[in-house]
């Protein structure tokens, strides 16, 4: 069964804590609702665990520790109710949590937040604009002059990689590699201390979203309205790709199942589309917002789907019902 819930504004960023759906809202207010048998309210008001002075511009999560970065360069990494914060210079664009820290991209530096303050780090690769943590320690960080292998437990750069500007970056499921999608259409796989990676290309234009399916055998991105997968063998890609096509509006959303090769897709006309990409080429499953949709999200266990829209519109519903097509 699909259920709803009416945010107090529309929310860009969503995450799953546990049972617990987390949403940051662009009024600032950053909600976490318990999708359990017994939700509970948290003490600062209907489901509010922290306000901001201005619009989220970036939420993650990893074993409960929730970074969050705002426009104004407010940073926050929060663990149950304890959280500490910092504030950068410019607006933050991407976060990810690590053992080590929570990591923010901001201007042209890293800012690693913990229990013990705040240091920034500039890199050489000018703005950055995205984030994937890479094992416990590694941070893989693109920018406008290409990717940067961050060590977080020295607090050190490990390497750059030289490449047209990277708009997004994802670990694979095995933590070895990363995919990066540039500018220019294309997207690369690098591994840290490794130059050379394996270039994906013949997107007609900027790779705005990347995914790997669960079991590492594919990677996913989307330019437009479609999803390029390229199937991977023990050795080499595919030299053919194939395409997902289901959309008819530009794809605004993208995650990979944490267990299973399913992926979840979301569109600026509202359609919220589930793909097993290795049983079918067609969607498995469709549903439909009202807006944009604007964040999907897998828990943790890959038993429930999460999206929001532009009309602040927040669903959840179980894995099992996309059998049905």
């Given at each position: 069964?699909?259920?709803?819930?009416?945010?107090?504004?529309?929310?860009?960023?969503?995450?799953?804590?546990?049972?617990?759906?987390?949403?940051?809202?662009?009024?600032?207010?950053?909600?976490?609702?318990?999708?359990?048998?017994?939700?509970?309210?948290?003490?600062?008001?209907?489901?509010?665990?922290?306000?901001?002075?201005?619009?989220?511009?970036?939420?993650?999560?990893?074993?409960?520790v929730?970074?969050?970065?705002?426009?104004?360069?407010?940073?926050?990494?929060?663990?149950?109710?304890?959280?500490?914060?910092?504030?950068?210079?410019?607006?933050?664009?991407?976060?990810?949590?690590?053992?080590?820290?929570?990591?923010?991209?901001?201007?042209?530096?890293?800012?690693?937040?913990?229990?013990?303050?705040?240091?920034r780090?500039?890199?050489?690769?000018?703005?950055?604009?995205?984030?994937?943590?890479?094992?416990?320690?590694?941070?893989?960080?693109?920018?406008?002059?290409?990717?940067?292998?961050?060590?977080?437990?020295?607090?050190?750069?490990?390497?750059?990689?030289?490449?047209p500007t990277?708009?997004?970056?994802?670990?694979?499921?095995?933590?070895?590699?990363?995919?990066?999608?540039?500018?220019g259409?294309?997207?690369?796989?690098?591994?840290?201390?490794?130059?050379?990676?394996?270039?994906?290309?013949?997107?007609?234009?900027?790779?705005?979203?990347?995914?790997?399916?669960?079991?590492?055998?594919?990677?996913?991105?989307?330019?437009?309205?479609?999803?390029?997968?390229?199937?991977?063998?023990?050795?080499?890609?595919v030299?053919?790709?194939s395409?997902?096509?289901?959309?008819?509006?530009?794809?605004?959303?993208?995650?990979?199942?944490?267990?299973?090769?399913?992926?979840?897709?979301?569109?600026?006309?509202?359609?919220?589309?589930?793909?097993?990409?290795?049983v079918?080429?067609?969607?498995?499953?469709?549903?439909?917002?009202?807006?944009?949709?604007?964040?999907?999200?897998?828990?943790?266990?890959?038993?429930?789907?999460?999206?929001?829209?532009?009309d602040?519109?927040?669903?959840?519903?179980?894995?099992?019902?996309?059998?049905?097509r």
């Open positions: 069964m699909t259920r709803r819930h009416h945010l107090p504004d529309s929310a860009r960023h969503l995450c799953w804590v546990d049972d617990s759906l987390v949403a940051a809202c662009d009024n600032g207010s950053v909600l976490c609702l318990d999708t359990g048998p017994s939700p509970q309210t948290d003490v600062n008001g209907p489901g509010v665990i922290h306000r901001l002075n201005s619009a989220p511009r970036t939420l993650s999560q990893r074993d409960g929730i970074a969050i970065g705002a426009q104004d360069g407010t940073a926050v990494r929060r663990e149950g109710r304890d959280f500490v914060k910092a504030l950068a210079p410019t607006s933050i664009v991407a976060s990810v949590v690590t053992p080590a820290g929570a990591v923010f991209a901001t201007g042209d530096e890293l800012l690693v937040l913990d229990d013990a303050g705040s240091e780090h500039p890199l050489d690769i000018g703005l950055l604009t995205s984030l994937a943590a890479l094992g416990d320690r590694l941070v893989a960080v693109g920018g406008v002059h290409g990717l940067c292998w961050f060590d977080v437990t020295r607090r050190s750069p490990q390497g750059y990689v030289r490449l990277i708009v997004a970056v994802e670990a694979d499921p095995l933590q070895r590699s990363v995919v990066a999608g540039e500018l259409g294309s997207m690369h796989v690098l591994e840290p201390h490794h130059v050379d990676g394996i270039e994906l290309s013949g997107f007609s234009d900027r790779v705005a979203e990347v995914a790997w399916l669960a079991s590492g055998a594919a990677v996913c991105g989307v330019c437009d309205d479609e999803i390029t997968r390229w199937d991977r063998t023990v050795s080499a890609f030299e053919e790709p395409i997902l096509a289901g959309h008819d509006r530009p794809i605004t959303a993208l995650a990979a199942h944490p267990r299973l090769d399913l992926l979840a897709s979301g569109d600026d006309g509202g359609m919220v589309i589930v793909w097993a990409p290795h079918a080429d067609e969607p498995i499953w469709r549903g439909h917002l009202d807006g944009i949709v604007l964040a999907v999200a897998w828990d943790g266990t890959g038993r429930r789907l999460a999206a929001t829209s532009s602040g519109t927040l669903i959840w519903l179980p894995t099992p019902s996309f059998d049905r």
